[in-house]
């Protein structure tokens, strides 16, 4: 068993930065990659990007490129999401997850184990 979970979210402005923390706990040593997703209401959940637990390169999806960075600290067992230059449009609830068995998709599909979640506004 793994468990997750968020922390850093909340209210800023557009332009503005946010660095969320993804920091799980039990079976770590388990832990194949982390992806991070997020979730608005009316919309399917949408995959932002991920990162391997061996080799640290993260890899990102649409909007994302360019604007956010994910890292990892083995160490303390965390996940990290810096989001740079905030839109409106990024506005949603955010989510962690972990996959342990190298079988995963892009949709979420595959990830063994979620975090509760934590919302980020972005305002105009």
């Known amino acids: 068993q793994v468990q997750l979970v968020e922390s850093g979210g909340g209210l800023v402005q557009a332009g503005g930065s946010l660095r969320l923390s993804c920091t799980a706990s039990g079976r770590t040593e388990s832990i194949f990659v982390t992806g991070w997703f997020r979730q608005s209401p009316g919309k399917e959940r949408e995959f932002v990007g991920g990162?391997?637990?061996?080799?640290?390169?993260?890899w990102y999806v649409g909007s994302a490129k360019g604007r956010f960075t994910i890292s990892r600290d083995n160490a303390k067992n965390a996940v990290y999401l810096e989001m740079n230059n905030l839109e409106p449009e990024d506005t949603a609830f955010y989510y962690c997850a972990v996959e342990k068995d190298g079988a995963w998709t892009e949709t979420g599909m595959g990830f063994d184990y979620w975090g509760q979640g934590t919302q980020v506004t972005v305002s105009s």
């Open positions: 990162i391997p637990r061996s080799n640290g390169r993260a």
